[in-house]
């Protein structure tokens, strides 16, 4: 009897939550196939016990909640309604710091990079209690049921299951997991919006006002994913190609890493004088960058010298004990500079000699950029003064010898933080580099604070005083030579070389997958017969379509084939003349004339030179074609 009533309840849940927007399934029963399933939420991380990161997700009008033992619960409280709140629920930002990785803000719909399922499993470790209007009936309120909610510009709420699934559980006191998946369609309001929340009521239908409704119920969540109907998957989009003439310009390849302080987040660059409690102990290389500084008034002895003697900076109660005025730190997870002034300390970095074997293009525009961030409202900022530039000289960290156009210099006051660039002529960098002398990128912070009885003494115990000193995170650092994408130029390298034609022919023939031909065909026949521009886009194929039918083929292979233009001396066909080149000659003379080679050597060559050894003078080459001619000889 129970099985034939849990049969029939189930079978009305589903029909109720099924309409022209949406259907739910439950365990999976009549669902589809889930592709590309992206976890919002799975609450494994820590180490099981309560306590663990909730992973972006947060309570409403809801005490107690907590990831244990891998499920999002709020098994360990009162259970609902004990806050006298009756419309209870849990939701999360998918812009939160704190989301899963790949978690994002996300479109509804059945295209690549587009999400129409939501899929979780729920339990009630505690069901509703009885109806309080109607004592001894064994009924839960009849307005409760389970509901889902997407939000972004509106809201597009959908039930995954009634009260008549609901009252079933009750009766046969139910506490398992079920899986919920609900699939929304193109007739729903969210479909195509931009969305941002994801939304559970566990048990819905009341208001605040109700809470004895739901007075005690606990629950717990687990596996909560995003998912698409469709299996198509979209080529991988091709990055504007870009190289880096900054070394470790991302700060992420350190050496001599050593972290055994309080706060294993951040060590000590080698070379600063960093002295701040919680991260003495902990140093670290960052490859290709050195620290330099000043030191008005002996602040650096002051700071790192031995505890009760001098003037005592160190002198700070607890295990915090330490000045955060010097510090010149990595961060291990963010992997950025952070730099700390105090006092008219000048904290930077340089990276020294970063045109060394690069060849500049002298007729093109090359972008300096950097990340910057800082606490906007730190007292300090109007005379804490940020520099970053090109300099030339010898391990010259002076702004004053800064090429033309790469000087960024200004209060942070005056600064918002993010990403800042500088353009600067490709002209004016050939010449510095052939000055003769080392071109420099220096980094640094000096706040122009005063320290209370400094020098001298007592110093205040208060070494993170914001009005007194200054702290500046930076973070990939770049300078590229930029270009324009031409039309043809779909590996976005800055031309249009015989390498266009081969990425367009491995897309066209699937690149290990499906064919773009049943790609595009499969989402055109879609139920919500998507635009074939969005396909294009959806599929990373628009920049392929150059006949501009709004379909991708081998008509659009052979277009892009008709823009290469050869290069005279380019024997790979790769776009450039360069020591690859010279090398395909060597191996077979027949393929073209070296000297189409010397005369255009270094056309279409990106901004750092090939790792190919490459002939450095007319001299090198005369030498060549020598012994290769003696060696023809000696085989005739």
């Not at 033992?69 to 806050?83: F, M, Q, R, Y």
């Not at 002895?301 to 010149?328: I, R």
Request: glycine residues 10%; proline residues 5%.
């Amino acid at each position: 009897m129970r099985i034939l009533h849990a049969l029939a309840c189930a079978s009305i849940a589903l029909a109720v939550a099924s309409s022209h927007a949406a259907t739910s399934f439950i365990d999976g029963v009549g669902a589809p196939t889930v592709y590309h399933p992206l976890v919002i939420g799975d609450f494994d991380d820590g180490d099981g016990s309560s306590g663990a990161p909730l992973q972006g997700w947060s309570p409403v009008r809801m005490v107690g909640l907590e990831a244990a033992s891998g499920v999002l619960t709020n098994i360990n409280s009162a259970g609902l309604g004990s806050n006298n709140e009756g419309d209870s629920y849990v939701r999360l930002s998918t812009g939160s710091g704190n989301a899963l990785p790949g978690v994002a803000d996300f479109k509804v719909g059945e295209l690549p990079g587009q999400y129409d399922i939501v899929q979780f499993d729920l339990r009630f470790d505690v069901l509703p209690p009885e109806d309080p209007n109607n004592p001894g009936s064994g009924l839960i309120d009849s307005r409760l049921k389970g509901r889902h909610f997407l939000q972004g510009g509106s809201t597009h709420g959908v039930d995954f299951f009634n009260n008549a699934y609901l009252q079933n559980l009750k009766d046969t006191n139910d506490t398992g997991f079920h899986t919920y998946t609900i699939v929304r369609d193109f007739n729903d309001g969210a479909w195509e919006a931009l969305e941002n929340v994801v939304r559970i009521d566990m048990i819905d239908g009341v208001g605040a006002a109700d809470s004895a409704s739901t007075l005690g119920t606990k629950f717990s969540l687990d596996n909560i994913i995003l998912g698409r109907t469709t299996a198509t998957e979209a080529f991988p989009a091709i990055p504007v190609s870009l190289t880096n003439i900054i070394k470790n310009g991302d700060l992420s390849q350190v050496s001599n890493l050593v972290t055994s302080g309080i706060n294993d987040g951040a060590a000590d660059i080698n070379g600063g004088n960093g002295h701040y409690g919680p991260f003495r102990g902990s140093s670290v290389d960052v490859d290709h960058w050195t620290p330099y500084n000043n030191n008005p008034n002996s602040i650096v002895e002051a700071v790192n010298g031995t505890d009760g003697t001098g003037l005592n900076l160190l002198n700070v109660a607890g295990t915090t004990q330490g000045s955060w005025y010097l510090d010149t730190h990595w961060s291990t997870g963010a992997e950025q500079f952070s730099l700390n002034s105090a006092g008219g300390y000048l904290n930077g970095l340089i990276q020294t000699d970063v045109l060394n074997g690069v060849t500049i293009d002298t007729s093109a525009t090359y972008e300096l950029a950097f990340d910057i961030n800082f606490n906007t409202n730190r007292p300090s900022n109007p005379n804490s003064n940020f520099k970053v530039a090109l300099t030339v000289g010898t391990n010259s960290t002076d702004p004053n010898t800064a090429v033309a156009g790469s000087l960024f210099d200004g209060q942070l006051s005056g600064i918002t933080p993010g990403t800042q660039t500088l353009s600067i002529s490709g002209a004016v960098l050939k010449t510095a580099q052939d000055s003769g002398q080392p071109v420099n990128l220096i980094v640094q912070s000096q706040a122009n604070t005063s320290i209370v009885n400094f020098p001298g003494t007592p110093v205040p115990d208060n070494h993170v005083d914001p009005a007194v000193f200054t702290q500046v995170q930076v973070d990939n650092l770049a300078l590229v030579k930029t270009f324009t994408i031409q039309t043809g130029d779909v590996n976005k390298d800055g031309l249009v070389t015989q390498a266009d034609v081969n990425l367009a022919q491995l897309y066209l023939d699937g690149n290990g997958g499906e064919t773009a031909f049943k790609r595009q065909t499969d989402l055109a026949n879609a139920p919500s017969a998507p635009f074939a521009s969005d396909i294009l886009a959806s599929l990373n194929l628009t920049d392929f379509d150059l006949v501009a039918d709004s379909f991708f083929d081998a008509a659009d292979v052979a277009a892009i084939a008709a823009l290469v233009v050869a290069v005279p001396g380019d024997f790979d066909s790769d776009g450039d003349v360069d020591g690859r080149d010279f090398l395909v000659w060597q191996r077979n003379t027949s393929v073209g004339n070296l000297a189409d080679w010397q005369a255009n050597y270094g056309v279409g060559l990106s901004a750092v030179t090939t790792a190919v050894p490459e002939p450095t003078s007319l001299v090198l080459v005369g030498l060549v074609l020598s012994a290769a001619t003696v060696c023809g000889r000696r085989r005739g």
